[in-house]
């Protein structure tokens, strides 16, 4: 998947929404959580019912599973190919995240409601992944496909 240019990140069409979720089965949570009043986890609740594959990183629950998966503590111990990463994290921790995505070549990177950072934006992009900042993946694919 080759990354847009020129992606207007106040304003995504429903199309490229759209495609960035289209293909996906394999998601990575980075900020997963087990606590049930946590946003992450109805987020990941919701993905599951909807039928995508939720690979959890949190290097707090290791030794912990959700829905079947064990916690990772980082993406480079995700030893399979990651169609998308969706964040839980504040934003002075989307560069890190960023790097993170491009070493294990992920072609996308969602950033959760509340949660943008431009220039590591820019980076991500400039490395070919596809980026949605400050989007509730759940409320987005509820719109677009159900």
């Known amino acids: 998947?080759?990354?847009?240019?020129?992606?207007?990140?106040?304003a995504y069409t429903p199309d490229y929404l759209r495609n960035v979720l289209e293909g996906v089965r394999t998601i990575a949570v980075v900020g997963a959580s087990t606590d049930p009043w946590r946003p992450s986890f109805g987020v990941m609740s919701y993905l599951g019912r909807a039928g995508y594959?939720?690979?959890?990183?949190?290097?707090?629950?290791?030794?912990?599973?959700?829905?079947g998966e064990p916690f990772r503590a980082c993406l480079q111990e995700i030893d399979e190919p990651v169609d998308l990463i969706n964040v839980f994290r504040r934003?002075?921790?989307?560069?890190?995240?960023?790097?993170?995505?491009?070493a294990i070549k992920a072609p996308?990177?969602?950033?959760?409601?509340?949660?943008?950072?431009?220039?590591?934006?820019?980076?991500?992009?400039?490395?070919?992944?596809?980026?949605?900042?400050?989007?509730?993946?759940?409320?987005?694919?509820s719109r677009l496909f159900r």
Request: proline share 7%; glycine share 4%; aromatic share 2%.
């Open 108 to 141: 996308a990177l969602w950033l959760q409601l509340g949660v943008a950072h431009p220039q590591a934006a820019v980076r991500a992009e400039a490395a070919g992944l596809r980026v949605v900042m400050n989007r509730c993946i759940s409320i987005e694919h």
């Open 1 to 10: 998947m080759q990354a847009d240019t020129h992606i207007d990140h106040q």
């Open 53 to 67: 594959r939720l690979i959890p990183v949190n290097p707090t629950a290791l030794g912990q599973t959700l829905q």
């Open 91 to 102: 934003p002075e921790h989307i560069p890190d995240v960023v790097e993170d995505a491009i």
